[in-house]
């Protein structure tokens, strides 16, 4: 939909000049000839930019901007001025327009001051929609402070407010799916349509009907006309998981859809153009596969413009504990307990897990663990029924939990603070500046947790950085 702006100029012939070339720009225009015809507009009509000269019959442009300001307040402002009324439009820029114009202008200079307003306009708009949201509870959930997932979130926030095509790569269960709702919920098109696929689960004489639709009698059984996913999900945003499984032999549609924003239904004679955003996730080596010749080399390039790679659980354990409280708060109202944490007994068996499933291990492991659970607290006996399979490992003799302490939420925080510091000093080798890097602080944060804890950091200074 193209940016509507309103144009306020009482010279009719400058005021249809300026409208004919922001018209042959690809915006959608509005002339009118005073400021009050201007006000009554921008309060009956949504404007995203408005044009308007200083010098104006009646109310002139200056006193009219505040009210413009109001009557319209998403949309930015520029104003016009002869060069003997220059001060005027410099006080019009101190009272919140974005820019002027001194007349004569050039159009050139014009649409690039147009754009940039209409831009800041969108950012503006985005930011006010993101902190509404967040207010709300409906921004994205992605849980973490590690090193690695604050690089993750920060890569999140770069990306999202772009149309650039996005590759997540990451083990099953890493949480490649809540990072590209992140990105959607924080995206221009998050009011549009969001549609997942899962090339793997989808057999490969039905892939592409699936995801280019057909036409009528393109093939046995094709009664009627289908759209697929691509058109199914134009205007919005596409999720393409498990793209290392897509087949070769449908690649190269892919790759004119990425580029080309273009489809062909099977049996189609004509592409169709498709305004669309394509967010690919794998938890295979997409590069391998390409020296393998299993997957294109120039399509791989196209999907990871922006790429995310997102780390294993085993390689953030410094994150369980958020992880833990976020999928409690979760768990509580599903499985009708009001359970308010871990003990730390059962918290070190989740530490001494190598959690293969990554996070979504983790959170079927706490649900089960809540069916089971009888208090307040989940206990080790509670998590250590809840874990079984692959990737648990369990000390010879493992600690009983102390009742008296089990329900005490500040001291299994403090336990839990200490079990990440120690840790953070023996991947360190005792160098403290190198452990405060790992868990994110300062090293005189650092020091000072070693002080309350009473560490020796003596003994892991023997010990080599792992």
Known sequence: MPDRILVIEDDAAFGAMLTEALASRGYAPVHVGSAEEGLAKAKAEAFDLVITDVMLPGMDGIEGLSRLKDACPQAEVIVMTGYAAKEKALEAVRLG??????????????????????????????????????????????????????????????????????????????????????????????????????????????????????????????????????????????????????????????????EQKQIERVGGAKPIDIDIRIIAATNQDLQALVAEKKFRADLYYRLSVAAIPLPPLRERKEDLPLLTAHFLERINPRVGVNLRGVSREGMQLLYDCDWPGNVRQLANTLERAAIVSSGEVLTAADVGRALDGPGRRLPEAPAQDVPARAGNLRDTLQDMERNMILTALRKAGGVQKDAARLLGVSPKNLWNKIQKHRIETAEYAATPPS
Do not use: W
Request: proline content about 5%; hydrophobic content about 50%.
């Open 97 to 258: 327009a974005y820019d002027f114009f001194a007349k004569p202008f050039s159009l050139a200079e014009m649409e690039v001051v147009v754009r940039r307003a209409l831009e800041r306009g969108a950012l503006v708009r985005e930011l006010s929609r993101l902190k509404s949201a967040l207010a709300a509870g409906r921004g994205p959930v992605v849980v973490g402070q590690s090193p690695a997932m604050r690089d993750v979130v920060d890569m999140v926030r770069r990306v999202a407010p772009l149309d650039s095509t996005v590759l997540i790569t990451g083990e099953s269960g890493a949480g490649k799916e809540v990072v590209a709702d992140a990105i959607q919920a924080l995206s221009r098109r998050s009011h549009a349509p969001f549609v997942k696929v899962n090339c793997a689960a989808i057999p490969e004489n039905l892939l592409e009907s699936e995801l280019f639709g057909h036409e009528k009698g393109a093939f046995t059984g094709a009664v009627a006309l289908k759209k697929g996913k691509f058109e199914l999900a134009s205007g919005g945003t596409i999720m393409l998981d498990e793209i290392g499984d897509m087949p070769l032999f449908l690649q190269p549609k892919l790759l004119r859809a990425v």
